[in-house]
């Protein structure tokens, strides 16, 4: 039996904007959520933790469960493959979820709840989905983005990304919560009382 008083909160944001940093904060606070872990083709960084980080896959065999329909949705980014594994959330429908991912998949993720899973169970989903974006302004991006040893081009790229994506998809975004630099406290507060109360 599925428990639809369950939340399901999908946190994105713009580059740099802090999302690691919120949901690990929010998920301190809220130790009963659980929460989704992407999988990926690329290697395995240091310190990284299969099923912790990610769960890392070949290529071949990251290919092999698109072919059998396992993904919610996916992307390739930078050569290599990023999804989220459906079993992520058919082995937690009793469980409150959160999800970290980008701008451009949450922009879609009701789309891709609707067309990847059966509709008693799409049309429960739907109903938990809360879409939180985290904004910040452009001189905290560029000055993180420059300690992440990042060039010019890049950032400039992932900052035009963002506007785009911002563009295409802001109606589909539920709240926007800016996290002013500093007040990291704030930010993880404004996250917390609208999960709490939605």
């Known amino acids: 039996m599925k428990d639809s008083s369950k939340i399901l909160v999908i946190l994105t944001g713009k580059t740099a904007s802090g999302k690691d940093t919120v949901m690990t904060k929010v998920l301190s606070r809220f130790p009963d959520f659980k929460r989704i872990i992407s999988t990926t083709s690329r290697e395995k960084r240091i310190g990284e ?3 912790v980080d990610y769960f890392f896959l070949s290529k071949p065999d990251f290919l092999r469960k698109i072919e059998k329909d396992d993904f919610i949705e996916y992307i390739k980014y930078g ?3 990023y ?10 429908l009793n469980s409150n979820l959160i999800w970290r991912i980008d701008p451009s998949r949450a922009g879609k993720i009701r789309e891709f ?5 059966k509709e008693s169970v799409a049309s429960d989903l739907l109903k938990r989905v809360l879409v939180i ?4 302004d452009d001189e905290a991006i ?6 992440r040893g990042l060039t010019q081009e890049e950032i400039e790229r992932r900052m035009l990304e963002d506007a785009k994506f911002w563009q ?6 539920d709240y926007v919560v800016e996290n002013v630099s500093g007040k990291l406290d704030e930010t993880v507060n404004k996250v917390c009382n609208l999960t709490r109360n939605n």
């Open 49 to 51: 933790k299969n099923g």
């Open 79 to 81: 050569g290599n493959l």
């Open 83 to 92: 999804g989220t594994e459906k079993f992520q959330i058919l082995n937690n």
């Open 113 to 117: 709840i609707k067309s990847a899973f």
């Open 133 to 136: 974006y985290l904004t910040v």
């Open 142 to 147: 560029l000055r993180r983005l420059k300690k």
């Open 168 to 173: 295409e998809f802001k109606g589909n975004y």
